[in-house]
Each structure stands twice: as structure tokens, then as C-alpha cells.
């Protein structure tokens, strides 16, 4: 049987929907875990980057276990490709003058550079850098999702709630940068894409970055 995939709807809704209509409740986990690395192969696939053979392999051994087992391993493969996908793309963007340069920059520096990409590349964290030098005070939650609903042109629960995490993100970020803290292993690398990913992945990703953030800095804390 043809097994269907993100790629065949027009929304995750629609996908979600197809999923808990004509899979098994049994087999919805491995079909939602086969779902996230169908999207992340899409990404590639836009970028023109090949799929590493090795993943091809590992993906292919999975399917021929059951579950729960299969379910598990293709979690662990997913996360593997998102981290090989997110070094491939930063290392692309990358100035080779940066590459070259014998100055290790601090984790106050890297920081600094990172809160710039994001108000220039990520449309949403932008809208929040904006509202932020130009209201003062900007404590009046409504007068925030007034504006941004204006600005982004629409009601999409999926985009505000991403929005949103922008401003929470804006937060962690400057704790860290006034910290002269070192962000945790590839978040500096998964913060800088954020915005290219789409659908579900977005704020699945976006929701562990925070959480990994926030994590450190309570740990921080308490040491």
C-alpha cells in the first residue's frame, strides 16, 4: 500500500486529519515520526542538498523492526538529520573571511551576531525587533497582538504562535548575550534557521530551542 505523506496535503491539519482517520491508533506514532522525516527530506530536497546515504540506510533498517522500537529509532534518525541539515546550512552562509579569521569571537559577540541575522532574515523576529524600538514600554500584551496581527495579515494560529515565540526567544537570547554566556551545542546553528522550516517542524523545533535555553539558564542558576 501507498503510504501518504505530509507532501500530499495542502496543511498539517489535513495530514493530521488522514492520519487519525485511516491509520490504526496503533501505528499513528511511526506514521507522525515517518511524517517529520518526510518534511525533513522536502527541506533537502528545496535546498538541493543530497540525502546523506548513510541516513538512506539507517531509515530503510528501521522499517524492518516493530514498534515501539521503530518508533524510537526513527525519533533518534530525525533528530540526527536535523542536526547534519543545520550544520550543512550554516557552513553554506558562512563568510569565508569569517572561516579564515584567527579571532574567536566571545559568546557575547556570537550572540550579538545572531540577534542581528534574526532582525534581518526572520521575518517574524523582525516584526518583534521593530515593535520593540518603536513602542516604549512594551509590556501591553493586547497592543502587542493587535499590531501584530496588522502587520503579519492574518489570524493563523500557527504564524502568532511562532511569532510570539520570537519575543520569548528575543529574552533568552539577551540573558545569555548579558551573561556573556555560550549557547548550548547547535543552537546557535538551529536559532539561525528557524525561519526556513515550515509546518509543524517549525514550532516543534522552535519549542525545543526554548526549552533547551531555558534549561541552561536554570541550571546556570543553580550552580
Not at 500500500?1 to 505530509?6: A, G, N
Not at 493530521?16 to 490504526?24: F, K
Not at 506514532?29 to 525533513?40: E, H, K, T
Not at 516543534?204 to 539558564?217: F, I, N, P, R
Request: charged letters at 25%.
Amino acid at each position: 500500500m501507498t503510504r501518504k505523506t505530509p507532501s500530499d496535503f495542502t496543511s498539517h491539519d489535513d495530514w493530521l486529519s488522514y492520519v487519525r482517520r485511516e491509520i490504526a491508533v496503533s501505528d499513528q506514532p511511526y506514521v507522525l515520526a515517518f511524517g517529520r522525516i518526510d518534511l525533513f527530506l522536502s527541506f533537502y530536497r528545496m535546498q538541493g542538498i543530497p540525502f546523506p546515504t548513510r541516513f538512506t540506510e539507517k531509515l530503510e533498517r528501521i522499517e524492518a523492526l516493530h514498534d515501539p522500537k521503530r518508533t524510537a529509532e526513527l525519533g533518534v534518525l530525525s533528530d540526527t538529520i536535523l542536526g547534519n541539515l543545520t550544520k550543512q546550512l550554516f557552513n553554506r552562509v558562512l563568510p569565508t573571511a569569517a572561516k579564515d579569521d584567527s579571532h574567536i569571537p566571545s559568546p557575547k559577540e556570537q550572540i550579538q551576531d545572531l540577534l542581528s541575522h534574526l532582525a534581518q532574515r526572520n521575518p517574524y523576529f523582525r516584526l518583534w525587533a521593530v515593535y520593540k524600538r518603536g513602542m516604549p514600554g512594551h509590556t501591553a500584551a493586547i497592543e502587542w497582538d493587535e499590531y501584530l496581527v496588522q502587520e503579519l495579515r492574518t489570524h493563523s494560529a500557527e504564524e502568532i504562535a511562532f511569532a510570539n515565540a520570537m519575543v520569548d526567544l528575543d529574552k533568552l537570547l539577551s540573558l545569555f548575550h548579558d551573561g556573556n554566556r555560550a549557547l548550548p551545542g547547535l543552537s546557535f546553528e538551529r536559532i539561525w534557521f528557524l525561519h526556513s522550516l515550515s509546518g509543524p517542524e517549525r514550532m516543534l523545533q522552535t519549542s525545543a530551542v526554548l526549552g533547551t535555553l531555558t534549561t541552561e539558564l536554570a541550571e546556570c542558576a543553580s550552580a
